[in-house]
């Protein structure tokens, strides 16, 4: 008797929420309800966000964008973002998604919500190709930049606070990828910390001279998910599907090997679910 009590109650508490529209929609329903998702995406970050020789955004970014959105039926539209931009771009509204190489820390997880990773990069250090270093510890009293509100940067200047304590080297922040990389081209600084991807798209386009390949950072794997509200757990759910089915059906191998190459990272982490 009381269990069909208890449920009956429910059920009318039910319509009652329903009858009153109390029940609201959440981000899934409205993006699906819109007919469009609005990716935000890095476009000064190539292979993974950059804009081709017609101004069109292209890259790896984008292209799950348009996976994302064929998987929904449904239309998508690219908003190019700045690294500053990624979060504020959420919290207004102004996008439903960022998919931006956007490191999952437990500092922006307070703000936003991530999505299961889908993507792993190594830091690294982009130099100028008169630079003698050959390690990471050769680094510490050279000028140094990166872009600014990246998770490389605040790695960065972490490290050197704990283990370069009195180095002579400076530090220089930079709006944008292609400033860090046309700053060390120049020769403003000896060296900046990207990703290897971005490092080694650098590299293979020529469109930045005077530079080489440097050392890989000692910070481990930058894991990277998707952002996107902190309170939209049915939404994140949708998209940790989507990553999931992406990965088993081969099409992120094939994205990979489209705009990076190879053997497509391992984003398990050994000992953990996640």
């Known amino acids: 008797m009381k269990s069909n009590f208890f449920k009956k109650a429910l059920l009318a508490a039910s319509f009652g929420l329903l009858a009153s529209g109390n029940v609201a929609a ?11 998702v609005r990716c935000g995406v890095v476009l000064d970050f190539p292979p993974m966000g950059f804009r081709d020789s017609n101004n069109n955004p292209v890259g790896m970014d984008v292209d799950m964008c ?49 999505t299961i990773p ?36 605040s790695e960065f200047l972490k490290y050197k606070k704990e283990n370069w304590e009195g180095a002579k080297g400076k530090y ?18 000896n060296a900046v910390i990207v990703t290897d991807t971005a490092a080694a798209n650098v590299i293979s386009s020529g469109k930045f001279k005077g530079v080489k390949l440097g050392p890989v950072a000692p910070f481990g794997a930058d894991i990277v998910g998707m952002m996107t509200l902190r309170k ?7 998209l940790n599907l989507y990553i999931n089915r992406q990965v088993r059906s081969g099409r992120f191998q094939e994205l990979y090997g489209k705009w990076i190459g190879g053997t497509a990272p391992d984003m398990t982490v050994p000992g953990t679910y996640y």
């Open 232 to 238: 939209e757990f049915g939404w994140i759910n949708y």
């Open 172 to 189: 220089s922040s930079f709006q944008s990828e292609n400033e860090s990389f046309l700053a060390v081209s120049q020769g403003q600084v």
């Open 26 to 36: 959440d981000k899934l329903d409205d993006v699906l309800s819109k007919g469009k």
């Open 66 to 114: 348009a996976d994302l959105a064929k998987a929904m039926n449904i239309e998508y539209e690219i908003v190019g973002l700045t690294w500053a931009e990624r979060i504020p771009s959420l919290i207004s509204g102004k996008v439903d998604v960022a998919i931006a190489s956007s490191s999952d820390t437990l500092e922006r997880a307070q703000t936003v919500g991530f």
């Open 118 to 153: 889908y993507m792993v990069f190594q830091f690294q250090a982009l130099l100028s190709d008169k630079s003698e270093a050959a390690s990471w510890e050769d680094l510490k009293d050279l000028n140094v930049g990166s872009a600014v509100g990246t998770t490389y940067e």
